[in-house]
């Protein structure tokens, strides 16, 4: 090859445009797409989603949207939310500024049985308890509470909600979760308790310490039975 063809070779190949680089499946994802992944992964841990914030800026862009911190569920303090107690601040709080329904449920078991402050437990409960995606633990806490503090109509209407949208062996399973979520919180047996478990006793017809069966009259006084002494 003389030296002509390989410069007019050389100038051809300068010539040519340089081929576009293709973008990552992640960047071409949308962004609430990104912010669903997001919201999967920090189900069981903070840790890999700041992992994914070190390793992709694009992800590190969506974790300031709304719905993540909104969407995020945060399962490992559902089930134990003496976990958060000291830790996870920064999280619990953006959560709880875009009204994270899983945030609000732990602030509230936090709140009322950790802390004895019940009024705002109480208001954090009823947070869960009323959001679009409810938590059907806080339905159920939100309902006892009020049952046991003598607010019958507004406890049975939570209790009887979280059955007509479910049945009796999911209200059973929120209560097994509850109890595991109140695992090592020391709690009073509250005088106003029992004071309304008095209250609510059914006709002598139902036999009270039959906790399996149950009819209209005694299904609520057997609940708050298990929620009074069975903690």
Same mark, same amino acid.
């Given at each position: ?10 100038? #051809?190949? $300068? %010539?040519? /445009?340089?081929?576009?680089?293709? *973008?990552? /499946? ?16 920090? #189900?069981? *841990?903070? %840790? ?35 976990? %958060?107690?000291? !830790?996870? @601040?920064?999280?619990?709080?953006? +959560?709880?500024?875009?009204? !994270? ?5 732990? #602030?509230?078991?936090?709140? =009322?049985?950790?802390?004895?402050? @019940? ?8 947070? %869960? &308890?009323? &959001?679009?995606?409810?938590? !059907?633990? &806080?339905? =159920? ?49 509250? $005088? ?9 006793? /059914?006709? =002598?017809? +139902? ?25």
């Amino acid at each position: 090859m003389t030296g002509k063809q390989r410069a007019s070779k050389l100038r #051809q190949h $300068q %010539a040519k /445009p340089r081929a576009t680089e293709k *973008s990552t /499946p992640l960047d071409a994802l949308p962004r609430d797409v990104i912010s669903k992944i997001i919201g999967i992964v920090g #189900q069981t *841990s903070r %840790a890999d989603v700041s992992n994914c914030l070190l390793t992709c800026k694009e992800i590190g862009k969506s974790v300031d949207d709304v719905q993540v911190f909104k969407k995020l569920e945060l399962r490992m303090l559902q089930r134990q939310p003496l976990l %958060a107690v000291g !830790n996870y @601040t920064d999280l619990m709080m953006k +959560c709880l500024i875009h009204a !994270n329904p899983s945030a609000h449920y732990v #602030q509230g078991v936090l709140e =009322y049985f950790y802390y004895d402050n @019940t009024i705002a437990g109480l208001h954090f409960l009823e947070k %869960a &308890a009323n &959001a679009p995606s409810p938590i !059907n633990e &806080a339905i =159920y806490l939100t309902g006892m509470i009020n049952l046991c503090s003598g607010e019958f109509e507004i406890g049975k209407k939570h209790i009887d909600h979280l059955l007509r949208n479910t049945n009796e062996s999911v209200v059973e399973e929120c209560w097994e979760k509850i109890k595991t979520a109140l695992h090592g919180i020391g709690i009073l047996r509250k $005088q106003e308790y029992i004071n309304s478990l008095w209250a609510m006793m /059914p006709p =002598y017809m +139902c036999n009270i310490n039959d906790m399996k069966n149950t009819c209209e009259k005694c299904f609520h006084y057997k609940l708050m039975v298990k929620f009074v002494f069975m903690m």
